[in-house]
């Protein structure tokens, strides 16, 4: 498991203005290790994580563009069913809130067919602890049956 840098961009939802964001990023030559769009009414929020934080920040200051910054966590999922959800049980089981995750499509070769996903948490340092150095879980832990409300 590793940390990484985000960056989250806000943008007014109007044709072309995504892809001018992209087209100036590429020709700084960032590239996406992870990225997602959201919608959230008249406005689209960018999350990614660039294989060069600086240089990022550098394009975006260029063309104007403000954003915020966040410490996330990277971590590889097997491929297998329930991949995601050991983790996402394991994190609950330690009381600790999972603000927002998305999945990239740059594992580096380290996954065999999985993926990594990106994530959120409310105490990153903790997350780190329990789920270890390569974001399995430390020990087996038993199955937790959830009451959802109907």
């Known amino acids: 498991m590793q940390t990484a840098k985000q960056l989250s961009v806000s943008l007014v939802n109007k044709p072309g203005r995504l892809a001018d964001v992209l087209v100036a990023l590429n020709k700084g030559k960032v590239y996406f290790r992870a990225l997602a769009v959201m919608d ?4 689209g929020t960018i999350r990614f994580i660039p294989n060069n934080y600086e240089a990022a920040r550098e394009v975006l200051d260029k063309i104007n563009v403000g954003y915020e910054a966040a410490e996330v966590l990277l971590v ?23 603000n927002y995750a998305y999945c990239s499509y740059d594992h580096g070769g380290k996954t065999k067919g999985g ?23 430390r020990k087996k832990m038993p199955y937790r049956r959830l009451a959802l409300a109907r």
């Open 40 to 43: 959230t009414g008249h406005r």
């Open 76 to 98: 590889e999922i097997s491929a297998q069913s329930g991949g995601f959800q050991k983790v996402c049980e394991r994190l609950a089981d330690e009381h600790l809130s999972i």
């Open 115 to 137: 993926g990594l996903a990106v994530i959120k948490v409310n105490d990153r340092a903790k997350a780190k602890r329990v789920l270890g150095a390569n974001g399995t879980t």
